[in-house]
Nanobody, 113 residues
Framework: QVQLVESGGGLVQPGGSLRLSCSAS????????MGWYRQAPGNQRLLVATLIGGSTNYADSVKGRFTISRDNLKNTIYLQMNSLKPEDTAVYYC????????WGQGTQVTVSS
């Protein structure tokens, strides 16, 4: 089984920054293809950032503000979040692509003044 554990969320004011971490363990073969998702209350879980091989892609809502990266030695995926807005408030999850494994608990990000 693959285990995913997200961390790094918290309360931040608009314009602030956070770095989220996703630690992977178990039967995962590599962190080559990974994504970050977010889910706000009452909304669907949406893919906001992907790392496919050496290529990154972002949803328009976060492009220019968020950066996805990996550390293979630590089996960890990161999401650097800058210039945060209240609309970024959500629970953030990571998972493998193109097929997801069991979801972790996510980490809460709250952007509020």
């Amino acid at each position: 089984q693959v285990q995913l554990v997200e961390s790094g969320g918290g309360l931040v004011q608009p314009g602030g920054s956070l770095r989220l971490s996703c630690s992977a363990s178990g039967s995962i073969k590599s962190l080559n293809n990974m994504g970050w998702y977010r889910q706000a209350p009452g909304n669907q879980r949406l893919l906001v950032a992907t790392l496919i091989g050496g290529s990154t892609n972002y949803a328009d809502s976060v492009k220019g503000r968020f950066t996805i990266s990996r550390d293979n030695l630590k089996n960890t995926i990161y999401l650097q979040m800058n210039s945060l807005k209240p609309e970024d408030t959500a629970v953030y999850y990571c998972n493998t692509l193109p097929y997801s494994v069991s979801w972790g608990q996510g980490t809460q990000v709250t952007v509020s003044s």
